[in-house]
Structure formats: C-alpha cells, structure tokens
C-alpha cells in the first residue's frame, strides 16, 4: 500500500513538472519554432548523409526541436513540432508519449521524421493521431544504417533521425507515442 501510495505521489509530481516544462518545451511561439526546426535540420544534416540524402526525396519532414521526457516508474514525454514541405511550414504538431516500467530520469531531445509519399502525410493528417506502431511503416536510423543508406535502398514510408540527446535516462518499459495535428 505504502508503494503504491509512493508511486502515485511520484506520477503526480512527474506530471506537475511535465506541465511546467510544457510551455518551455513548445518553444513559444510558432515563428520560434519554425527557427529552432531549421537550425535543429542544419545540424543535423551537416552530421547525417542519409539525412541529407533523404531530405532531397521527402515530400515532407516532421521536426520535433524539443522534446522532454521524464520517468520514475510512470513516465512521460512532450514536445511540439513543425511539418516542412518544401522548407516552408505547412503545419503544427504535438508528440505526447506516455510509459511505464522500471525507468528512471530527465531527457531531452529532437527528432525528425522524414515522410517519403503523400499516403504517409495524408495518413498523418486524416487519422485521429498518428501512433507510433501503427500505420505507415517507420525506420529509426541509426549511424550504421545511415552510412549504407542509398536512394536506391529508402523504400520506406517514414525515416526517423534522433538528435540532440542531453541528460540520463535508464529503465526499460512499454511505450505508446501519438503525434497530433495542431489546431491553426
């Protein structure tokens, strides 16, 4: 009983931080965001071949500067992002994650997913939020994968690039991610 009363106490406090950070983690306001999407894509490109290779091909890339995860037993992540097509914003997203399962720690980092068909994007846009696990088939490149990368061999729909990781975080646990379309 004790532990469980422990637990929650820990959830609710997780959440009390997540809540604070969130506005934080939004980067403000949108032309903000559209900045910190660029100059989070330049690094990455600059770091990443495949990134860059794959950028030429994408009908779209998905931008998360910013996300914050956070867990001690119950965790969470939050972050918002910007859709480029073309390299000009075309709409505002917000990834949310939930998990539980031994895990402890702090983290932030950013991600992008490089969308490689108008199905991905419209599946994106049309469903109630896009899971991840569900739907178009997504890759997360890792440095290996990245360096034997060829436009001959991108024949998925969607390519995940992590950037950007700062702060310590452990544990292993189940883990739900949903990406949401912002209201305009």
Sequence with gaps: MRAVRLQ????????????????QVSGGSKPDLEKSA????????????AARMLQKKAVGVLVFPN??????MVGGQIGEGVMLKGGK?????????ASYGYQVGVQSFGYALFFMND???KYLDTSSGFEVGVGPSIV?????????????????DVYAFIFDQSGL????????????????
């Design 140 to 156: 997360v490149v890792d440095e290996g994968m990245g360096k034997s990368m060829t436009s001959t061999t991108a024949t998925q």
């Design 38 to 49: 660029a100059k989070s894509l330049k690094l990455l490109y600059k770091k990443s071949p």
């Design 119 to 121: 199905a991905a994007i």
């Design 89 to 97: 914003p075309s709409g505002y997203y917000s990834s949310v994650a």
């Design 8 to 23: 929650r106490t820990l959830a609710v406090l997780l959440l009390g931080v997540m809540l604070l950070s969130a506005q």
């Design 67 to 72: 996300i914050v995860k956070a867990g001690f």
């Design 169 to 184: 975080m452990a544990g292993m646990g189940i883990q739900g991610s949903k990406i949401t379309k912002l209201s305009d």
